[in-house]
C-alpha cells in the first residue's frame, strides 16, 4: 500500500476553475489551510488506517476501545481545530464555507475513512442543532461539538425500522421537570460509543404517547451520553456489529432505559429536522466514494509502476515491462482516475450549491437539492466501481490482504447502503427532485448543459432529456414506472453530469492538457453508457412482477 499524498493540486484546480471558491472567500487563504490540512491528514491520520483495519474494536462492560493511535490522533486533530473549520464563530467555528470543509473531509477521509465517521457524524448533528435547537440547547452543546470536545450521533434505526422510519417504537415518556424519558433500542449507530471523547451527544428519533402513526408522529430529542452533573445517563452499548469493512468505525447497538432526553423544537417535528442532518451525510457519504476512490488510485498508479510483468509492444527482447505500459492496465488507470475526477467536480458543485443556497440563492437551493441523491448514490457505486479495478490493477495481490488494497474495497462497500440505501436515492430523484417546478429544475439544467456541448455529451443529455419526458408522462399514470427505471435514471445522471464537469476542467486547462486527455477518455469510455441505460428507464415496471416467486 502506498503512502496517501493529498491531491491538492487536483482540488485547487477544482475550487478555483469547476467551481467558484473565491465567491465564496479568500481563496488564497484557503490554499495554505489546504496545504496543512493535507499535511496534517497524511502524516497524523493515514499511518492510523491499515493498522485500525486489522486491530480493530473491543467491547467490554458497555466500553469500546478504539484501536491504538486512534485516541492520540483524534485529539491533535481536535488540537489543530480541523473540526471547526466551517462553522459559526459565535460557538468557536472558523466561519469557512462549507466547500471549504468539504475539501478537508475529502482528505480526511482518503487517509482513513473509519476514522473520519467520527467527524463526520458531528458535523452532521451540528448542522441540525445549528438549524433547529433552541438558543440554550446551541450554547450548551455547540461549543464543544464544533471544537470536537464532544461527537454526536444520528440514532434512527431500529430492528424493525431500518430505511422506514416511520416504524420507529422507541418510547418518549414526558416528566414533570420538561425532560423526557427515553427507552428502545437502536441499531447500525456509527460511533455510538467509543473513547475519543468524555461525552457523545445521541440525537434519537423516538415516540410520545400521544404521537400520531408512522413518520408524522416522530420527535427528535438531545440524548447526552453524560448529563450536565456528570452522571452518566442510561444509555448503553450492548453490542458491536462486526462487518466486512470499516472495522475501525464502530457500529452500534444502544440500549436506552429510560434515559434523559431533552426535545428538540416540538413534539412530532423530528423527521422534518432529521432531514437536516440526513441531507449533510448524504453529501459526506457521496463524498466517501470520491475519497476511497482516490485512495484506490493512488495505490494502483504506485504498483503499476513497479509492478514487471511481460513485454509490452516495443520492449527489448529479453527485459520486461511495467505493468502501466500495458494497454488495458492503462485503460483501468485512466477509468479510475476519469471517475475520481469527475466525482469530485460533482461533489464539490454540490458544495457550492449549498454555499450558495445559504446566501439566499433560491436557484442553486434548487440545483442542490437536485444533486444530492444523484451525489450520494453515483460516487458511491463508482467507488465500488473504483476500488475493484483497483483491486484487478493488482491481479492476484489485489486479493491479498497484506498489500491492503483490499480493504478499499471492503471500505467502499458500505456508502452504497446507509444514509438512504442507493435504491432510495433513485426513488428520491424520481419522486420529489423531478417533479420539482414541473420537471423545470431539471429542463434548466440539461439546457445548461447542453449549451456548446461536444457531440457525445450533447448526445447524452439528449438522452437524459428523453428519459426525463417518458418518467414525468408515464410516471404520473402508474408511479412503479418511474420507479422501475429509477436507478438506470440516476445512473445516466450521473455519467452525464460527469461529462460536462469534466469538459469544463478541461477547458479551463486547455488543449493538450491531462485534463483534456482525461475529459476525451471519459466520452469514449464512460460516457455512453447515459445513452445505453436510457431502455432500462423505459422498460416499465410490468417485466419485473411477471414471475410470481422470484
Known sequence: MADYRPPLEDIRFVLRNVV??????????????????????????????????????TLEDGA???????KEAYRRYVDAGWGAVPFDPEYGGGGFPWLVAIALQEMITSANMSFSMAPLLTQGAIEMLAHHASEAQRNEYLPNMVSGAWTG?????????????????????PRADGTYGITGQKIFITFGEHDLTENIIHLVLARTPTAPPGTKGISCFIV????????????????????????????????YEDATGYLIGEENEGMRFMFTMMNNARLSVGLQGLAIGERAYQDARAYARERLQGRAPGTPPGTQ??????????????????????MRGLVYLNAESIDLARAGDEARQELADLLTPITKGWCTDMGVEVTSLAVQVHGGMGYIEETGVAQ???????PPIYEGTNGIQAMDLVGRKLPMRGGGVVKDLLARMGDGASPALADAVAAVGEATDWLIEHGLADPQDALAGSVPYLR????TLGSWLLARSAAAAGPGSDKEVVSRFFDAHVLPQARAALPGVTAGAGVLYEIADL
Open 492 to 495: 445516466m445522471w450521473g455519467v
Open 153 to 173: 450521533t444520528m440514532n434512527l434505526t431500529e430492528p424493525q425500522a431500518g430505511s422506514d422510519v416511520g416504524a420507529v417504537r422507541t418510547k418518549a415518556e
Open 408 to 414: 478499499h474495497y471492503r471500505d467502499a462497500r458500505i
Open 321 to 342: 515491462s511495467p505493468i502501466v505500459e500495458h494497454a488495458d492496465v492503462r485503460r483501468m488507470l485512466l477509468t479510475m482516475r476519469s471517475l475520481v475526477e469527475a
Open 20 to 57: 467558484d471558491l473565491a465567491a465564496l472567500t479568500d481563496a488564497d487563504a484557503v490554499d495554505g489551510l489546504l496545504e496543512e490540512a493535507g499535511r496534517f491528514f497524511a502524516q497524523e491520520i493515514a499511518p492510523t488506517n491499515r493498522a485500525g483495519d486489522l486491530e480493530g474494536l
Open 64 to 70: 469500546v476501545t478504539t484501536p491504538a493511535g486512534f
Open 224 to 255: 447526552p451520553k453524560v448529563l450536565a452533573d456528570g452522571t452518566r445517563n442510561a444509555v448503553t452499548c450492548v453490542g458491536l456489529e462486526h462487518k466486512m469493512g470499516i472495522h475501525a468505525s464502530p457500529t452500534c447497538v444502544l440500549a
